[in-house]
């Protein structure tokens, strides 16, 4: 049987991250970005392309690899996505200042509804959030696709088999 070559984290992460680039413009585009349903499915987007490379990775090492390896493997792979889709963000809430606005709209509208706060109140939060947006939202980004990162590594490591080699088999 010939041998799997395997994929490089950075690719990994780069098709990952062109896959979420493309499904976040369609979302915004289409305007359901602020959608949590859909929201929930970049998250399972993320988690299954973390499992499937990291799989494929085991597999491509003949599953000789620890559960370390592979989780590290995982977690390479989201540096790498995280890195690329904040910085997408930032270029496109540039680009784009009417998703910016959108957003800032649709947070204002969910304080209003909330109701615990007084219009001055809301008024200083929506302010703020105006001001360091993309702050907010590349911090934002961070934390959830890290966490992300965290769990679909733990996953992808975990449900890959593993047949490590015993130091004392000589090899031929």
Known sequence: MEQQKPLNHIVAGLIIAGIMVVFILVLNMMGQAQNQAIGWLTYLLVIGGLVYFIRQYGKAHDYRLSFGSLFSYGFKITSILTL?????????????????????????????????????????????????????????????????????????????????????????
């Open 84 to 172: 690329i889709v904040i910085i997408f963000m930032v270029i496109m809430f540039s680009i784009f200042p009417e998703f910016k606005d959108k957003f800032i709209e649709t947070y204002r509208e969910a304080l209003e509804n909330q109701g615990s706060m007084g219009d001055d109140q809301i008024d200083t939060v929506v302010t703020t959030m105006d001001r360091n947006f993309v702050l907010i939202t590349a911090g934002g980004a961070l934390l959830t696709y890290l966490i992300l990162g965290l769990i679909g590594s733990l996953i992808g490591a975990g449900v890959t088999k593993k047949r490590p080699q015993n130091p004392f088999e000589q090899q031929s």
